[in-house]
């Protein structure tokens, strides 16, 4: 069942002016930061500014002491906009698979949150890897919602 949530606008256009990622204000709200920049769009409010301003080299010299998720925040940038930067600046990328401990972790924040942005943010994991794991434990359904049990 999709519900129709009254977001505030306005204050949230002001946030994301102000330095707010997409993610904080997705899990401010508790909505995904997909929803978040789509709101942003409708508003007019430009999302792209902040990926124009980074170079190379700060790029380089941010993300070689840091994860993508750590060089996203300290950026004020997605980890999706983070990892096509390092791309398109052939920056090598780092592949690191989550031990098996971080998915009893993953579980576990689950069962008290229910929100894979919250879980995501509190354990330092991708949103994406937070999905796998729910996923491969069978508690979340092949589109995109919450499994009811």
Known sequence: MNKKIKLPSSDIAI??????????LGIKYHVSYQVI??????????????????????????YKKNSIRKTADILGLSES???????????????????RMIHKKI??????????????????VSYNTVKKVLRANDKLSK????KND
């Not at 430009?46 to 301003?53: N, P, Q, Y």
């Not at 983070?82 to 780092?94: A, E, H, P």
């Not at 579980?107 to 330092?124: C, G, K, P, R």
């Not at 589109?143 to 919450?146: A, E, M, P, T």
Request: aromatic share 10%; charged share 30%.
């Open 15 to 24: 946030e994301y002016i102000q330095g707010s990622t997409l993610r904080e």
């Open 37 to 62: 920049y789509r709101l942003l769009l409708e508003l007019g409010v430009d999302t792209s500014h902040r990926a124009d301003e980074i170079d190379h080299d700060w790029l380089f010299e941010v």
């Open 81 to 99: 906009t983070v990892f096509r930067l390092l791309r398109k600046y052939k920056i090598k990328t780092r592949r690191v698979h989550p031990p």
């Open 107 to 124: 579980l576990e924040e689950w069962e008290q949150t229910h929100n894979i942005s919250q879980v995501s943010m509190n354990l330092d």
């Open 143 to 146: 589109g995109k919602g919450v």
